[in-house]
């Protein structure tokens, strides 16, 4: 069906006026923000419009950075680095005192290839904590994978609160601890030895090694005297799965203050 006359000659001075305003771009701008020139873009149906490349390419990058903020915020939380952990990073790590034991980590985390964990081991206060806290989130910031931290009495709680629960069981717990891309285990060896505790850390290391999911361990015991608290078979996992580093005989606390 041919269209009405009068809607032939709307269109057809719609057309007019778009050529129009198309052949008669505006005289360059001067952004008032950045003092930059501004770029002028025709749009359909709408005409000329000027904007600031500088100024927009600020925003987006701002925008990004918020974003991305707001990313590891919430990874942070999730990755459970809560309270006081969450402030501990390479950045206000002590690395004079400790450059050889940051040189194997950064090793470790940059050669993903290998899959390789770490065994961080020393006297309390040697720092241990802060450098597992920090690794979880370089992990974090860098976008290496999925991480889980959790220091090792709070696993056993978590598990133990699952035994009455309605809506998950052991396994779940677990299970969120096993599929992890990284795990971090902070301070093996303090919690009551029995066949129990045994059993869950055997289960979620081995889990991991099968699966070659690197795991980031802390312990004020050596491998030897983790031997006499589990078993020999924990530890020999852990020898295949990580390297060893044995922390300075240093007060890290003391040095933080």
């Not at 006026?17 to 001067?30: F, G, H, R, Y």
């Not at 940059?110 to 961080?120: D, E, I, S, V, Y």
């Amino acid at each position: 069906m041919p269209l009405p006359m009068s809607l032939k000659n709307v269109i057809e001075k719609a057309r007019e006026k778009q050529t129009e305003l198309k052949n008669n771009k505006p005289a360059d701008v001067i952004c008032k923000d950045c003092r930059n020139k501004c770029k002028s873009v025709f749009i359909d149906f709408v005409g000329w419009k000027t904007f600031c490349n500088h100024c927009e390419t600020k925003q987006q990058q701002k925008l990004h950075q918020e974003n991305e903020i707001k990313r590891i915020q919430r990874e942070i939380q999730s990755a459970g680095l809560k309270g006081n952990l969450s402030f501990y990073t390479f950045t206000n790590f002590k690395a004079d005192k400790y450059e050889r034991q940051l040189d194997l980590v950064s090793k470790v985390l940059k050669n993903q290839n290998q899959r390789k964990g770490l065994f961080l081991y020393g006297s309390p206060g040697s720092g241990k904590t802060h450098l597992a806290c920090a690794i979880t989130s370089k992990i974090i910031t860098e976008s290496l994978g999925s991480v889980k931290f959790i220091q090792t009495i709070d696993l056993l709680l978590e598990i133990k609160r699952a035994f009455n629960s309605q809506e998950i069981t052991e396994l779940d717990i677990i299970e969120k601890y096993t599929s992890a891309t990284y795990l971090v285990l902070d301070d093996i060896g303090v919690e009551k030895r029995s066949d129990w505790t045994f059993t869950v850390f055997y289960k979620i290391i081995n889990d991991r090694y099968i699966s070659n999911l690197p795991t980031i361990i802390t312990s004020n015991c050596s491998l030897d005297d983790l031997d006499k608290h589990f078993d020999e078979r924990i530890v020999s996992r852990i020898i295949q799965m990580c390297e060893v580093i044995k922390m300075p005989n240093l007060n890290h606390r003391l040095e933080k203050g």
